[in-house]
């Protein structure tokens, strides 16, 4: 899912970008682990120790990212004032709901 932002608009976590490119990577490889533990028949409970860590490490990940967003996109909202706050706290709590569902 995406939204569009205004022309020339920077995300909340741009100035992260990179550490979070990183991140990312570091979970992928967390992932390609697990494909290899399956692929050698490793133990089920071994498995799943490493599911619970990437699950862990994505929650984590998209915390910070929320945070990010409350912090740049919401309060930029909040400051310009009108109807965009209202879309934007919608919009976070949604996301919110979301990571709590998962």
């Known amino acids: 899912m995406t939204t569009t932002t205004e022309a020339g608009a920077t995300h909340g976590y ?3 970008k990179d550490e979070h490119l990183k991140r990312l990577r570091r979970i992928e490889g967390q992932i390609r682990g697990l494909q ?3 692929d050698e ?3 089920c409970i071994d498995i799943l120790t490493q599911v619970s860590a990437s699950t862990k490490a994505l929650q984590s990940f998209a915390l910070q990212l ?3 967003h409350l912090r740049h996109c919401v309060a930029d909202a909040a400051l ?9 706290v919608d919009e976070a709590t949604k996301a919110i709901g979301r990571l709590l569902r998962t």
């Open 80 to 88: 310009k004032g009108g109807d965009e706050i209202d879309a934007k």
């Open 14 to 16: 741009h100035k992260q």
């Open 41 to 43: 028949d490793t133990y």
């Open 66 to 68: 929320l945070e990010e």
């Open 36 to 38: 290899r533990m399956v």
